[in-house]
């Protein structure tokens, strides 16, 4: 981003507060966030000092709060010693050993449920079985997994014993696998034969074994789960089955205290460009940040069923479905599958069947679900619903209000949470029985973070209309501690773009008049079109907007005399036009844009598929878009993307 304006022209003017209802029963009323925002103020480490002594079970009190002596690698109650698997389960045993921990239904429609009681046992035999196998503290596990409860079974089991977990999502390939187990290390792999997503079998075991015939030498042991009975070659002396790893296992495995700053687990992810960053979190302040959000954001009740959609391979699940939602002992459901199987229905109909009340998912899961019609939501009572959450990307303004409605009925506030891998928990959002929300936009950062959005020199913008970085400008509990293995890479990618003083998300933002925060997309999406800087994100949310489209994605390419152009990338409703009927589709889709965001958006060239190039995860990928939209010849590595096929369409040569 150069030190011209990123302007911001999105219009979006609808405000939705709180119902008083929501209010009346709400966790946190309007006078309880004044409080929570005036103590962080006025003493910001004695806020998260008085939190981590109120929240936390600690074998041994902390003394020391934070510890800035090495910025930007900063410590959190660095002379405290905790458990998180204790704080998550044991914790919960004496009001709640009987309430059900986990409901679980699988693809196939089996459904299993477990109690805080039952849970904790299973993680007893389970670490009981790591350290059977020679796993012992501070050693690296990879869990490579479908979404099952044993997934999140072996990952607080490593809590419970200090072995350090680092989850890799099922969808990712047998490469990405030996990646990140050779970056990381780890002496052990769980697994499973397979697991059910989109009416296939995702044969896990054999892309471990593809991924493990070639390097990965630190791995000893692999434990195998039996999910989708679809055989597994299992090797004498290095695969156990799971059930045999557990057989005559004690229910009792004492919790092993950890320093505060003991890596609780790893999760790589990929920045704009290079290998994937194991992203480090730390036990205390990961927990502390995990359980607090998942309290205020969610307003969890005890007789909640939080419904978290995100797989356990990225952060989301970590933090939303393994860690913060047990801490505060409460119900989560998991489901393994997809949400088109056997039909769009299938979210819904989980939520009426077992009681959902908080919901969390991801835009892109929203618009797929729209793209059902109204009447498939309407077939089912989502009446115990009275929360919604979106997480992941910017929810543009017209998914927003289908959610509230159709999903909703006008009744659940929804919660826009923006928040990264590396933030290990929600930065920003709105809190539930506080803030009036505005589609589009995720309100304001939570207490205890302070967030800002600053121009290059790394000053606070001016005007509400101006873009600028999201920068986070003090340490908070919750943030990455380092890049594995790289602390330079750290530095480099997060601080030394201001001088060491502020942690730099990558994402640029605005803030209206109201002080409320507007994502504009990553630092790399930013489009430079005739001088003007525009959010790909308005674009998209313009084209989305108009009755026929249902998902875009827009990119920047180079042009003569704009310096910038815009390409987009349109799925319509229906069928995909060719001939006559695209090109005059093309030119209402223009005229339309230029109507919504004004003639200086206008997408130069819009190519129409079935389907946008999607990594698992569901997140588009720009920079194929961007290979495309150049009409360059595409070098990257494909095979992680859900719909390969798609590519053809998009060059316009299917
Ligand atoms: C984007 C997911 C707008 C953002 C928790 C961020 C969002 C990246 C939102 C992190 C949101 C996440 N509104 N953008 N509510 N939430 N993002 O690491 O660009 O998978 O930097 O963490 O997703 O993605 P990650």
Known sequence: MSDKKIESILNENRVFPPSDAFVAAARLKPADAEALYAEAAADYE???????????????????????????????????????????????????????????????????????????????????????????????????????????????????????????????????????????????????????????????????????????ETIETVIVLKRADCGAAMQDGRDVWWSDAVAGQSTTCDPVPVDAEHPLFLLYTSGSTGKPKGIQHSSAGYLLAAKLTSQWTFDLHDDDVFWCTADVGWVTGHSYVAYGPLAAGATVVMYEGAPTVPDGGRFWSICERHGVTIFYTAPTAIRALMKFGDDVPAQYDLSSLRLLGSVGEPINPEAWIWYHEVIGHGRCPIVDTWWQTETGSIMITPLPGVTPTKPGSCTKALPGIDVDIVDEAGNPVGSPEEGGYIVIKRPWPS???????????????????????????????????????????????????????????EVESALVAHDSVVEAAVVGFPHDIKGEGIFA???????????????????????????????????DEIRFADNLPKTRSGKIMRRLLRVIARGEEITQDTSTLENEAILDQLRGKA
Request: one cysteine or more.
């Open 46 to 216: 004695g806020f998260w000092a008085r939190l981590a002594r109120e929240e936390i079970a600690w074998a041994t009190p902390f003394t020391e709060v934070l510890d800035a002596s090495n910025a930007p690698n900063y410590r959190w109650f660095a002379d405290g010693r905790l458990n998180v698997s204790y704080n998550c389960l044991d914790m919960n045993l004496a009001e709640r050993a009987g309430k059900t921990a986990i409901i679980f239904e699988g693809e196939g429609g089996d459904q299993r449920t477990l109690t805080y009681r039952e849970l904790t046992d299973e993680v007893a035999r389970f670490a009981n079985a790591l350290k059977a196998h020679g796993v012992a503290t501070g050693d690296r596990v990879v869990i490579y997994m479908p979404m099952v409860p044993e997934a999140v079974i072996a990952m607080q089991a490593c809590a419970r014993i200090g072995a350090i977990h680092s989850v890799v999502f099922g969808g990712f390939s047998a490469n990405s696998l030996r990646d990140r187990i050779i970056d990381a290390g780890a002496k052990m792999l769980i697994t499973a034969d397979g697991g059910h997503r989109g009416g296939r079998v995702v044969a896990l075991k054999a892309a471990a074994d593809e991924a493990l015939a070639a390097g990965c």
């Open 479 to 537: 943030m990455l501690r380092t890049i594995w293995g790289d602390n330079d890479r750290y530095i480099e990618t997060y601080w030394q773009k201001f001088d060491n003083r502020y942690y730099m998300a990558g994402d640029s933002a605005h803030r209206d008049a109201d002080g409320y925060i507007w994502m504009m997309g990553r630092i790399d999406d930013v489009l430079n079109v005739s001088g003007h800087r525009l959010g790909t994100m």
């Open 569 to 603: 990338y349109v799925v319509l409703r229906g069928e995909r036009p060719t001939g006559d009927a695209a090109e005059s589709l093309t030119a209402t889709l223009r005229d339309w844009v230029g109507k919504q965001v004004g003639a200086i958006a206008k997408p």
